[in-house]
């Protein structure tokens, strides 16, 4: 299975830290070695790189670790194929284009005999079970609104279209418009919420312990979304099963 990371932040945060733990993952701490990318806004642009190689082997992955990477939302993701070749069409996390905004999709697990019936422009360009279920979402969610909707609105629309899909397999999943990032469970996912007071945090797999409280301001907060934590040393929460949560400025608005 696949991996998947998130970022959702109430400012602009360096999200090098928590990248440079999670790309371990791609070849070295662990076995998804089949492919990475990540997206990441800033303001209503996205910078998106991906690649079919191994992460740890990846001279763009090494590039990036030492970019200024700063970003209110950021989904990656490390891949383990399971549907579809190893190629580059076939990287996560996906990118689409609805009301005008830029919308990132990545998926860990594996749809079994999934064939959406897709009838507007949202036509997948890979042969994954992942980016089928990314243009089946972007489908009905512009069917079910005729311009961009509230988040809250967003939440409800996904919460009911979720479970059409999470019937075929496992679905774990993050979305991002730039706004808000939604985070949907069938099996792992956990997440951490950094807010004053800050504290230390190591990563669980590189030698790398980072002092929050020396870089951010007291009204920073980060939400950290991840397949399994990153960290020894923080109090992650496990989603529920079949649970989807949005995240907006770094909380939980709507618990």
Request: with cysteine; glycine share 6%.
């Amino acid at each position: 299975m696949c991996q998947l990371l998130g970022l959702n932040c109430s400012n602009p945060t360096d999200a090098r830290f928590s990248f440079t733990g999670f790309f371990k993952r791609g070849g070295d701490t662990d076995q998804h070695a089949d492919g990475w990318g990540v997206a990441f806004f800033e303001g209503k642009g996205l910078r998106h790189f991906l690649d079919h190689h191994a992460a740890v082997e990846s001279p763009m992955a090494n590039f990036l670790q030492s970019y200024p990477l700063r970003s209110k939302n950021l989904i990656a993701h490390v891949r383990k194929a399971t549907t579809g070749s190893v190629c580059l069409e076939n990287a996560h996390p996906f990118v689409r284009e609805l009301w005008g905004r830029h919308w990132v999709f990545a998926h860990n697990g594996n749809l079994a005999n999934y064939h959406p019936h897709l009838h507007t422009h949202f036509q997948p360009v890979g042969t994954t079970d992942s980016e089928l279920a990314f243009c089946w979402i972007m489908q009905e969610l512009g069917k079910s609104h005729a311009g961009l909707p509230s988040i809250q609105e967003l939440t409800h629309t996904l919460k009911e279209l979720a479970p059409h899909i999470s019937q075929f397999g496992t679905f774990n999943f993050l979305l991002s418009n730039g706004e808000a990032t939604w985070a949907h469970c069938s099996t792992n996912l956990h997440y951490v919420i950094r807010q004053h007071p800050f504290s230390k945090a190591t990563l669980k797999d590189d030698d790398w312990t980072v002092n929050f409280a020396e870089l951010n301001h007291p009204n920073d907060r980060v939400a950290v979304i991840c397949t399994q934590p990153l960290t020894d040393d923080e109090a992650w929460v496990s989603f529920s099963p079949n649970e989807l949560q949005v995240f907006v400025d770094g909380q939980l608005p709507f618990v």
